[in-house]
């Protein structure tokens, strides 16, 4: 099969173009891991560390939260037991009464 070439230049775009492999030395420009590399501080390496010796401690008010969540969450299944039970009590009894006739 037959390619025009500007068909072969879509389908192969480093053959004939060596700069397309690094786009920075036409450029001159620095390339991206390098570019994206940022020196960090003392202070903000031991303000975000959070982990001293792979261990994270979790604190009060962390507890609290869990505490909350796990209260909130049973108090949601509960609601949601009373509505399904409070549903199926009306429907039983909307179906035990006479049918007029």
Same mark, same amino acid.
């Given at each position: 099969?037959?390619? !025009?070439? &500007? *068909?072969? =230049?879509?389908?192969?775009?480093? *053959?004939?173009?060596? #700069? *397309?492999? =690094?786009?920075?030395? %036409?450029?001159?420009? !620095?390339?991206?891991?390098?570019? *994206?590399?940022? /020196? %960090? &501080? /003392?202070?903000? /390496?031991?303000?975000?560390?959070? !982990? ?7 604190? %009060? +008010?962390?507890? @609290?939260?869990?505490?909350? +969540?796990?209260?909130? #969450? #049973? ?7 009373? @509505?399904?039970? %409070?549903?199926? &009590? ?5 179906? &035990?009464?006479?049918? =007029?006739?």
């Amino acid at each position: 099969m037959a390619f !025009s070439p &500007t *068909a072969y =230049d879509f389908f192969h775009p480093n *053959a004939k173009h060596p #700069v *397309a492999k =690094d786009p920075c030395v %036409a450029s001159n420009c !620095s390339p991206l891991p390098i570019a *994206a590399h940022v /020196e %960090a &501080t /003392e202070g903000h /390496e031991s303000r975000f560390s959070g !982990s001293q010796n792979g261990k994270r401690k979790v604190g %009060a +008010g962390g507890i @609290v939260g869990i505490v909350f +969540g796990l209260g909130f #969450v #049973v108090f949601l299944a509960i609601g949601v037991y009373y @509505v399904i039970v %409070a549903r199926r &009590t009306k429907m039983t009894r909307a179906n &035990t009464g006479k049918p =007029d006739v």
